[in-house]
């Protein structure tokens, strides 16, 4: 196999907010059970890989923004952690002060513009961004990420905004992450099985790219995601990614629900070949990074999301007469 | 805060070209805003309302856009909450149902739900139809939705004044505003006082009302957009008749002039509600609900409204007819609170010039020189 060289520093910056992802994803599914996280809370935990790619080609000052699972790309991005874990127990110190929970993340600091919990209806603002930043200053070549599922397709907005973008060429990513699953309905259920949705989307006259991120070769997966975000800079057009991923655990919740049988057995095993951690760590070896180095970062990690969880249950929560005089600005 | 312009006081002006005014006057005062929907560029600038404002603007400004309402409304908040304020338009209030989600979940949600941290300033522009057949799906109000859900504002002009102004307001108040505007009353005319936008610094949109009232009052009418300027037909025979009347026209429905009604009907004793919406669940009997809630509404006899029947409007020009309360009903019902003898002979005049002002014009369009098409 030849594989694409990293830069030593870059395959850190992938590997640090990877496992970042990961384990604070571990790490609510493990405290989820105790009930001190009282909302819907929809773990990214098996699909890391993509948004550690993307963290270290978005600029800080691109756009982003995404949905009700959305902890893995307000992490990408930048946004605080502490502020993800006080807004999952509620606390007037999460990043929206506790009114949003899991499913409404924000961190403006980093452009992060928020999450919604109605399937596709963060899309069309996404796209209303990056005519913000088209109209603001064109120059910048920054893009405004959407991050979406295979279910937002089948939205009547998603044809409208894919129309929006193609026609005022606007500068977004759009990023449908296919995990196959709309909660418990399969993909075959929901959309005719012979269409891929990147070769769907081709349809509104967007460039699309249908890119492999569960695989051993992951500086390839890096390379394309560079090039296709490098056209859509150079050209300030808009890009359709199509990302295969599964999730690990439940729809919504902290576990694994196989036991239900609704995900074939044969898909099951297949995914469950993929090893991203070992995918991740081999790519960071390759690029020059030790062994020790990589077990360091994990535990470096593990330390501060330990030291998070602890300081936040102290937090306190806004009081209701605040919340009352909130509603306008 | 805002100077007036000093305009000719005998100069007219129409709704359409008041809205148009505005558009232009906060376009120059803040250079971020920009105005779009769908046919805002297209012969008919709608309705006249987006007149001069292309050329005046540039395309990046002023543009059309797709048929999809509720890409359009989330593609406005994108922009707002990336400092780019907006005015959105749609021509009749049933094409932004699709965009309810938009609206609903995201615009009036946004500000809190994200810690209070971005403010969604857009003003969505919906436009009511009203006769020429415009049936089932082009006639509706849906106005006490919107003031149902928390997050949003919702204003109604009645005259040109009231529409310059609201607007001008609605672009200033840093949240999502929605502004009504009835089909019937964009040919209105009066007179208009514009204002100096030097620095359209943000405000909020407090509960406006206008007061207009003749002698001591015996009753509160309480109405809003066009229904206002049907009422105001009736202030000259109400004083032959020398009814006192407190006519209050809500100029926002959300947030409301609640004080403002509870003190007139204080004074009064007597409330009538006038609204274009079906009865179930109307705004009308919002207004009531508060008034009845309290011990000392000062009511001598029960609050009244006066709504469209709980029906779907027909196309048909005949078979609207009879369908709606005219502006004679709204006299008989006043004065029937009054307990006014309807066989005086003075009363029985007032009735005959109300009734052949109606018959002047058939019942489905504003003016007699409306042809239509919508």
């Given at each position: 196999m030849v594989y694409t060289m990293t830069?030593?520093?870059?395959?850190?910056?992938?590997?640090?907010?990877?496992?970042?992802?990961?384990?604070?994803?571990?790490?609510?599914?493990?405290?989820?059970?105790?009930?001190?996280?009282?909302?819907?809370?929809?773990?990214?935990?098996?699909?890391?890989?993509?948004?550690?790619?993307?963290?270290?080609?978005?600029?800080?000052?691109?756009?982003?923004?995404?949905?009700?699972?959305?902890?893995?790309?307000?992490?990408?991005?930048?946004?605080?952690?502490?502020?993800?874990?006080?807004?999952?127990?509620?606390?007037?110190?999460?990043?929206?002060?506790?009114?949003?929970?899991?499913?409404?993340?924000?961190?403006?600091?980093?452009?992060?513009?928020?999450?919604?919990?109605?399937?596709?209806?963060?899309?069309?603002?996404?796209?209303?961004?990056?005519?913000?930043?088209?109209?603001?200053?064109?120059?910048?070549?920054?893009?405004?990420?959407?991050?979406?599922?295979?279910?937002?397709?089948?939205?009547?907005?998603?044809?409208?905004?894919?129309?929006?973008?193609?026609?005022?060429?606007?500068?977004?990513?759009?990023?449908?992450?296919?995990?196959?699953?709309?909660?418990?309905?399969?993909?075959?259920?929901?959309?005719?099985?012979?269409?891929?949705?990147?070769?769907?989307?081709?349809?509104?006259?967007?460039?699309?790219?249908?890119?492999?991120?569960?695989?051993?070769?992951?500086?390839?997966?890096?390379?394309?995601?560079?090039?296709?975000?490098?056209?859509?800079?150079?050209?300030?057009?808009?890009?359709?990614?199509?990302?295969?991923?599964w999730r690990e655990v439940e729809h919504c919740g902290p576990n694994s629900d196989d036991h239900l049988a609704y995900r074939d057995l044969q898909e099951i095993a297949q995914w469950a070949e993929v090893d991203q951690?070992?995918?991740?760590?081999?790519?960071?070896?390759?690029?020059?990074?030790?062994?020790?180095?990589?077990?360091?970062?994990?535990?470096?990690?593990?330390?501060?999301?330990?030291?998070?969880?602890?300081?936040?249950?102290?937090?306190?929560?806004?009081?209701?007469?605040?919340?009352?005089?909130?509603?306008?600005? | 805060m805002h100077k007036k312009i000093n305009t000719d006081s005998k100069e007219l002006f129409s709704v359409s070209q008041s809205i148009n005014l505005a558009i232009h006057d906060l376009m120059n005062s803040d250079s971020n805003l920009v105005t779009f929907g769908l046919g805002i560029n297209d012969p008919k600038r709608i309705f006249g309302t987006t007149r001069g404002l292309l050329e005046q603007y540039g395309s990046k400004r002023v543009f059309d856009f797709p048929t999809s309402e509720n890409a359009m409304t989330g593609y406005a908040i994108g922009l707002a909450i990336n400092g780019i304020p907006s005015i959105t338009v749609h021509q009749r209030f049933e094409f932004f149902l699709l965009a309810m989600d938009q609206l609903v979940n995201n615009a009036a949600k946004w500000y809190f739900m994200f810690g209070s941290q971005t403010a969604v300033p857009i003003v969505i522009r919906l436009v009511i139809g009203k006769g020429w057949g415009q049936g089932p799906t082009h006639s509706q109000s849906l106005h006490s939705w919107l003031a149902h859900i928390p997050g949003l504002k919702v204003v109604m002009p009645h005259d040109p004044q009231s529409?310059?102004?609201?607007?001008?307001?609605?672009?200033?108040?840093?949240?999502?505003?929605?502004?009504?505007?009835?089909?019937?009353?964009?040919?209105?005319?009066?007179?208009?006082?514009?204002?100096?936008?030097?620095?359209?610094?943000?405000?909020?949109?407090?509960?406006?009302?206008?007061?207009e009232f003749q002698g001591r009052p015996q009753i509160t009418v309480v109405s809003f957009s066009y229904l206002s300027a049907r009422v105001k037909t009736l202030y000259e025979s109400l004083e032959i008749l020398k009814v006192g009347f407190e006519h209050l026209t809500l100029e926002t429905i959300q947030p409301y002039a609640l004080q403002t009604i509870k003190e007139s009907v204080k004074k009064s004793g007597r409330l009538l509600v006038l609204d274009f919406a079906a009865r179930t669940g109307s705004y009308a009997k919002e207004i009531v609900a508060e008034l009845s809630m309290s011990r000392d509404s000062g009511l001598v006899c029960p609050a009244t409204i006066l709504t469209h029947p709980d029906i779907i409007e027909p196309t048909s020009h005949y078979s609207t007819r009879n369908l709606y309360y005219d502006d004679l009903e709204i006299f008989l019902t006043i004065l029937t609170l009054l307990e006014v003898h309807l066989d005086h002979p003075e009363v029985q005049n007032q009735i005959k010039q109300i009734s052949n002002r109606l018959h002047s014009t058939p019942h489905d369009v504003p003016n007699t020189y409306f042809r239509g098409p919508f």
């Amino acid at each position: 196999m030849v594989y694409t060289m990293t830069t030593r520093s870059e395959s850190l910056a992938i590997m640090e907010k990877y496992f970042a992802i990961r384990l604070i994803e571990k790490r609510i599914a493990i405290e989820y059970p105790s009930g001190e996280i009282r909302c819907p809370t929809h773990l990214s935990l098996g699909q890391e890989v993509l948004p550690a790619l993307l963290g270290s080609l978005m600029r800080d000052s691109d756009l982003a923004i995404s949905t009700h699972r959305g902890h893995s790309h307000y992490l990408a991005k930048g946004g605080d952690r502490y502020r993800l874990v006080a807004e999952l127990y509620g606390k007037v110190t999460g990043c929206s002060k506790g009114r949003g929970g899991s499913m409404h993340l924000v961190d403006l600091s980093v452009n992060f513009l928020g999450t919604t919990a109605i399937v596709a209806n963060s899309i069309p603002v996404g796209v209303g961004a990056a005519a913000a930043l088209k109209l603001r200053n064109e120059a910048t070549k920054d893009l405004c990420f959407i991050f979406f599922g295979d279910g937002a397709v089948e939205e009547g907005v998603f044809a409208e905004s894919l129309n929006i973008a193609v026609l005022q060429e606007l500068p977004v990513m759009f990023i449908c992450e296919n995990n196959a699953f709309s909660v418990y309905t399969h993909q075959k259920d929901r959309q005719p099985h012979q269409r891929r949705i990147y070769e769907w989307a081709r349809g509104f006259g967007i460039r699309t790219e249908l890119i492999q991120v569960n695989n051993s070769n992951l500086e390839q997966s890096l390379k394309q995601l560079r090039e296709a975000l490098n056209w859509a800079r150079e050209n300030s057009k808009p890009l359709f990614i199509e990302v295969p991923s599964w999730r690990e655990v439940e729809h919504c919740g902290p576990n694994s629900d196989d036991h239900l049988a609704y995900r074939d057995l044969q898909e099951i095993a297949q995914w469950a070949e993929v090893d991203q951690d070992l995918n991740i760590t081999q790519m960071g070896i390759r690029a020059g990074i030790l062994q020790d180095e990589i077990e360091e970062i994990r535990e470096t990690l593990l330390k501060s999301i330990d030291d998070i969880f602890c300081r936040v249950k102290e937090d306190p929560y806004e009081i209701s007469t605040e919340i009352l005089g909130s509603m306008y600005a | 805060m805002h100077k007036k312009i000093n305009t000719d006081s005998k100069e007219l002006f129409s709704v359409s070209q008041s809205i148009n005014l505005a558009i232009h006057d906060l376009m120059n005062s803040d250079s971020n805003l920009v105005t779009f929907g769908l046919g805002i560029n297209d012969p008919k600038r709608i309705f006249g309302t987006t007149r001069g404002l292309l050329e005046q603007y540039g395309s990046k400004r002023v543009f059309d856009f797709p048929t999809s309402e509720n890409a359009m409304t989330g593609y406005a908040i994108g922009l707002a909450i990336n400092g780019i304020p907006s005015i959105t338009v749609h021509q009749r209030f049933e094409f932004f149902l699709l965009a309810m989600d938009q609206l609903v979940n995201n615009a009036a949600k946004w500000y809190f739900m994200f810690g209070s941290q971005t403010a969604v300033p857009i003003v969505i522009r919906l436009v009511i139809g009203k006769g020429w057949g415009q049936g089932p799906t082009h006639s509706q109000s849906l106005h006490s939705w919107l003031a149902h859900i928390p997050g949003l504002k919702v204003v109604m002009p009645h005259d040109p004044q009231s529409a310059y102004d609201l607007l001008v307001d609605s672009v200033l108040d840093p949240n999502p505003v929605i502004y009504i505007e009835h089909r019937w009353i964009h040919e209105q005319m009066g007179t208009l006082e514009r204002r100096q936008l030097e620095h359209s610094k943000k405000s909020a949109i407090l509960a406006k009302c206008r007061r207009e009232f003749q002698g001591r009052p015996q009753i509160t009418v309480v109405s809003f957009s066009y229904l206002s300027a049907r009422v105001k037909t009736l202030y000259e025979s109400l004083e032959i008749l020398k009814v006192g009347f407190e006519h209050l026209t809500l100029e926002t429905i959300q947030p409301y002039a609640l004080q403002t009604i509870k003190e007139s009907v204080k004074k009064s004793g007597r409330l009538l509600v006038l609204d274009f919406a079906a009865r179930t669940g109307s705004y009308a009997k919002e207004i009531v609900a508060e008034l009845s809630m309290s011990r000392d509404s000062g009511l001598v006899c029960p609050a009244t409204i006066l709504t469209h029947p709980d029906i779907i409007e027909p196309t048909s020009h005949y078979s609207t007819r009879n369908l709606y309360y005219d502006d004679l009903e709204i006299f008989l019902t006043i004065l029937t609170l009054l307990e006014v003898h309807l066989d005086h002979p003075e009363v029985q005049n007032q009735i005959k010039q109300i009734s052949n002002r109606l018959h002047s014009t058939p019942h489905d369009v504003p003016n007699t020189y409306f042809r239509g098409p919508f």
